[in-house]
């Protein structure tokens, strides 16, 4: 029996629903630290870079030795196995930071929960590619994009509560296990989605490998860099921001979160009108995949240095601004995503998508932490008390590389997506008859 029309529209919402729940659970482990800052500094008495190296270094060790090679095994072989190994063991591994002890068993537990994202991730937007149409791509996309910013509201509300009740340890125990839970639901209720003209090309081979390919195309190689400063601002700033309220503004740590709770309320709609935003104008024309990220970016960029030039004591500019910064700074996301698939083979698109996450991973969740850790470091040698929030103003300037970045791209991707698609066209029709 084939499932009627309905019920395969129900089972798609489904997977898509249970997919973005997943990257949520594994972005709230991901983004917990950043709200435990204080009592895990305090407990262990650690600096501001040693809690960047733990925040951003150990996630960033993990996906660059493992990010490619699962991304590559979930092109080859079933994407549903390889995303449900790596977001249970990344939950387990995550979990297991509740008994750290120092500085090294905190960086490692932080280093095993990154395999979550760097097997689940790239899966999980494969599977989105091969569930819905492509007209469809880029809101289904911010739709999935949606479990960060939902992560990192869960982490600053709901896990600033639990960390205020009951203490950093149990919160990171009881994140751990939820997502656990909801790995093993989507392993028994969610299928393989079948793979959308995945044959093999006719004609002569490529000589490049798949990262080489990537890099040696212009479209995808200001798409990666584009993302990559992106990605630097993003993380750098989420690692620290709840830090600067509570610092600058002398909040309690359940004040800041619930103020960081509405900027990444206002990133998940921001994320959300990002996607349909560009389908719909990418029907008019196709530039405009890119061109709204960079209007995102655009209009990003002041937004978070005003709010970081907010005097102390000012909530309420401050607040406004960075919900701002938080709505427009995540537009980039979902149709850079979506129009990566869209010039890439489907039997790349979980790799494709990897070394952009990989790239993310080192430069942005790698680097962003400990660069902006470091330069607060040194600036408040220099300004006592000053030296994060001039360290964040060096951060968010990372949006305006970014956004050139993807402007070179802008121009590039019509041609490129017509190119991919007529190699499609061409490896899914039929051989003539001699």
Known sequence: M?????????????????????????????????VLLQPVKTEFGLSDLQIGLVTGLGFSLTFVLLG?????????????????????????????????????????????????????????ISMLSDLFPPEQRSRVISIFGTGASLGSLLALVLGSWLAQQFGWRVTLAVIGLAALL???????TVAEPPRHQASAPTGAPERRGALAQLWHTPVTRWLIIGAGFALLAGYGFGAWNNALLIRRHDLSLQQAGLISGAAALASIIGALVSGSLADRLARRDSRWQLGVPVLGLALALPCGLLYLFMPAGAIGAATALMVAYAFFVVWWAAPCYAALSFVVP????????????????????????IFTGWLSDVVDRTLPGDGLRVALMVIVAMLLPGALALARALPLFPTAKAANEARQASAAAPPTRP
């Open 2 to 34: 084939t499932a009627t029309p309905q019920a395969a529209t129900r089972q798609r919402r489904y997977g898509l629903m249970l997919l973005t729940l997943l990257s949520a659970l594994a972005f709230m482990d991901r983004q917990i630290l950043a």
């Open 346 to 369: 489907p039997q790349r698109r979980a790799t494709a998508h990897a070394t952009i996450m990989l790239v993310g991973s080192l430069v942005g969740n790698g680097l962003g932490p």
């Open 182 to 188: 909801a790995t093993l639901l989507l392993r028994w």
């Open 68 to 124: 490619i090679p699962l991304g590559k095994l979930a092109d080859r072989g079933e994407r549903r196995t390889v995303l449900v190994w790596s977001r249970g063991i990344g939950a387990l591994l995550g979990a297991a930071g509740a008994w750290a002890s120092g500085f090294w068993s905190l960086l490692a537990s932080r280093a095993g929960g990154a395999v979550s994202d760097a097997g689940g991730a790239p899966a999980s």
